[in-house]
């Protein structure tokens, strides 16, 4: 998997660049899992100590082991995802058990904006939504960084345009 800015899109053979997300998604998605999940334990251990004794608040555990699986598997998700200009269209891929590849023609493309909520600006990141003609190519590019999901908004407004000046 290749990170950078996106701007060669194909490499000789023909295969597309992909680009990865970056680090920061993960950190923000598995403080997120650390902190709704210890907070639960922490809510659940206390209500059952008081109710029902100490033995039974031993099933506040159960939320911590969760989270332990939760940070391998959000781990492996965000290895999983990644981009690819081309030069007639955008791919997406992402998934583990279930692979998708989402493929976006310029052309098609009615709509390409950029959104980051609260937590999202509080880790320095953005996301990508493109939006189409068919909503089954409706697609979104998670944790950017908020220089790059401008650039990829720029560039893939510019190109839509470009392909859709013929229709």
Do not use: K
Not at 53 to 81: I, T, Y
Not at 110 to 122: F, I, K
Request: with cysteine; proline share 5%.
């Amino acid at each position: 998997m290749e990170t950078g800015s996106g701007q060669d899109t194909e490499v000789t053979g023909g295969e597309p660049v992909w680009i990865g997300l970056p680090p920061g998604l993960l950190r923000m998605r598995r403080m997120l899992l650390v902190v709704w999940l210890g907070l639960l334990a922490v809510g659940l251990g206390l209500l059952l100590g008081l109710l029902c004794g100490p033995f039974w608040a031993a099933f506040a555990l159960l939320p911590l082991a969760l989270a332990g699986w939760g940070w391998v598997v959000l781990g492996r998700n965000w290895r999983s995802w990644r981009y690819a200009e081309r030069a007639d269209d955008l791919l997406i891929s992402r998934g583990v058990l279930w692979r998708e590849e989402t493929v976006v023609p310029y052309g098609r493309m009615q709509l390409v904006e950029v959104t980051s909520g609260p937590v999202e600006r509080h880790f320095g990141l953005a996301s990508v939504q493109l939006h189409t003609a068919a909503a089954a190519t409706d697609a979104t590019i998670p944790g950017l960084d908020p220089a790059e999901a401008e650039r990829l908004r720029d560039r893939l407004t510019e190109l839509g345009e470009a392909r859709s000046a013929g229709l």
